[in-house]
């Protein structure tokens, strides 16, 4: 599923209006979305329907028109917004309630809200009247009510998950053409609650040209290949893993049941001496790489058994458990040069004290290929120079810019792993 910024969505918009789909036909449909969701959460309850000033807005009014042709108790509440006559409705704007008693009751009575007011393009503070429509919904709605926001809570900064201020907090959000960044990050995502995307018709290819990816179950089950009867282990490749030491036993364990649970017929390990009785009791299926290994730590001098290992592996993981010292600096180096200079080594996942590694090595990706990155913000901030403050802010753009950088895919880590 594809990850799409704001700036994004509105040229998907305009390719959209080119190909013959018109924004109003759009705000139609996703205001028919809203409206059936509110209907599955409460059959029967009165519902507000909070409007701002823009097509958020306008998808909220379609909404609300919808429900009452529906014959819906539907109240319309709205933030600077002019006045719309909707039949079978009772609307009051934040100009004609100076002090918010409408809002209060119209909140405390509504078994669903509809979060109408900011879409995607909301960047300021949630300050003033919009700060204490916000508040009233967050504290004075029924405890057995449901709050439905549409695209994206109020007060989410779509393109990075942080709060702009204060913000809606939604059960579930119906979120319009393409998934969002700040409602798969946090702490963006916990304001979001049950995510629902409706595709309202917009054909996939408009995005073929953006990166950023959110896999689901059904991405990930699409490129694993059948498992066919009439075959065995040697079938489905080789895995190297290469990682571990004294200190840090079970990281190469866990690399190891992850390669045979994600399908691969046999994982090869190369770790030291001391560690391997740790990945033997717990993977009896591995095997380990022959040749040269230290007691308790990997370093230079086992280069050779990984470059043998590496001509028979389909895919390699390099790092976990490895530890950052001067000799698995060395091994890093040498890792590099080896591909650098070869180019015939698998794709390789680099993960954990390898990346901390990387980041002592200068321009260490020129002449790579192949390699996936699997940083959390602390081994991102190393290897790009930031803290991780910075890195939180804008977690998918700080991945797209070093993916683009480093020529490499990368995965960052956390709460809403990009």
Known sequence: MKLVTAAQMQDIER??????LALS???QLAGAAVADASVERSPHSPILVLVGPGNNGGDGLVAARRLAERGRNVFVYAFRRSKVKLDGT??????????SEMLSRWVRQCDVIVDALLGVGQTRPMEGVLGNIITCVNTQRN????VLAVDVPTGVDADTGRLLGDAIRADTTVCMGFLKPGLVTYPGAGYSGYVELDELGIPRFVADDILALY????DIAARLPAREIESNKGTYGRVLVVGGSVNYAGAPSLVTLGAYRAGAGLVEVLTPDEVQRTVANHVLECIFAPGARPQRQLGPDCMRSMAEASEHARA?????GMNQTDET?????SFLDTRRRTGTHPPAVVDADALNNL???GDWWEGQQDLVLTPHPGEMGRLIGSPVSEIQKDRLDVALRAASRWGQVVILKGAGTV
């Open 316 to 320: 390699a993981v390099f790092g976990p």
């Open 359 to 361: 980041s002592t090595l």
């Open 15 to 20: 390719r959209v209006d080119a190909e013959g």
């Open 329 to 333: 600096r060395d091994l890093t180096q």
């Open 90 to 99: 009772e609307f009051c704007s934040t100009d004609d309630d100076a002090g």
């Open 25 to 27: 036909a759009l705000m």
């Open 143 to 146: 405890p057995e009510s449901f």
């Open 215 to 218: 896999p689901e179950d059904a």
